[in-house]
């Protein structure tokens, strides 16, 4: 059974560099199968995809987040990570990872979500 | 930019009441880049259809997809007490390839 888990710091100081990984269980993250995803959710309001990294490492990515996002892989740790640059209130949300079967196919696993919140 | 809107914002209904809820693109989609999502309070999102109209692994028949063009719909026969929940489309672009969700409707008990 697939497991994914996130983990990072729950608070950020505005102006700072967000970064959260996901562990992927149950699945080899370089499966030629999957992508790989970040979504978020500022609280009580809905989801904003994030972006995607691909096994060959091909990322896409939020055209509204795209200067401050990167998404990696470590396959030696069978994760992979999210960063996010210059952080404002905006940026407070749960963020969840997900594992994404494609284009016609969808988000079939998901983490439990992270919350971070962006405060001095 | 396609922009996808979810009808009604919010949905009252009684368990056992068929729920019927919209989601309508900009543009047109390819039926194949539509999905639906479940999310209850609390939990994260849980993947129902994909390709507009394809129960996922495990989501019971009386969730169902269909649509096509601009307008498509998620149809829940049967309300149980554990489908009451906050539902989201999304399609998935081919340019830029990016994934957009819907702003969300929310099914609640009457």
């Known amino acids: 059974q697939v497991q994914l888990q996130e983990s990072g710091p729950g608070l950020v100081k505005p102006s700072k560099t967000l970064s959260l990984s996901c562990s992927v269980s149950g699945a080899s993250i370089s499966s030629g199968a999957y992508h790989w995803s970040w979504v978020r959710q500022p609280g009580g309001k809905g989801l904003e995809w994030i972006g995607r990294?691909?096994?060959?490492?091909?990322?896409n990515y939020n055209p509204s987040l795209k200067s401050r996002v990167t998404i990696s892989v470590d396959t030696s740790k069978n994760q992979f990570s999210l960063k996010l640059t210059s952080v404002t209130a905006a940026d407070t949300a749960v963020y969840y990872c997900a594992r994404d079967l494609g284009p016609g196919v969808g988000m079939d696993v998901w983490g439990q979500g992270t919350t971070v919140i962006v405060s001095s | 930019e396609v922009v996808l809107t979810q009808s009604p914002g919010t949905l009252s209904l009684f368990p056992g009441e068929r729920a019927t809820l919209s989601c309508r693109a900009s543009?047109?989609?390819?039926?194949?880049?539509l999905a639906w999502y479940q999310q209850r309070r609390g939990q994260a999102p849980r993947l129902l259809i994909f390709g507009a109209s394809n129960r996922a692994t495990g989501i019971p028949d009386r969730f169902s997809g269909s649509g096509s063009g601009t307008d498509f719909t998620l149809t829940i026969s049967r309300l149980e007490p554990e489908d009451f929940a906050v539902y989201y489309c999304q399609k998935y672009s081919t340019s830029p390839p990016e994934n957009t969700f819907g702003q969300g409707t929310k099914v609640e008990i009457k």
């Open positions: 990294i691909y096994t060959n490492g091909i990322t």
């Open positions: 543009q047109s989609v390819s039926s194949t880049y």
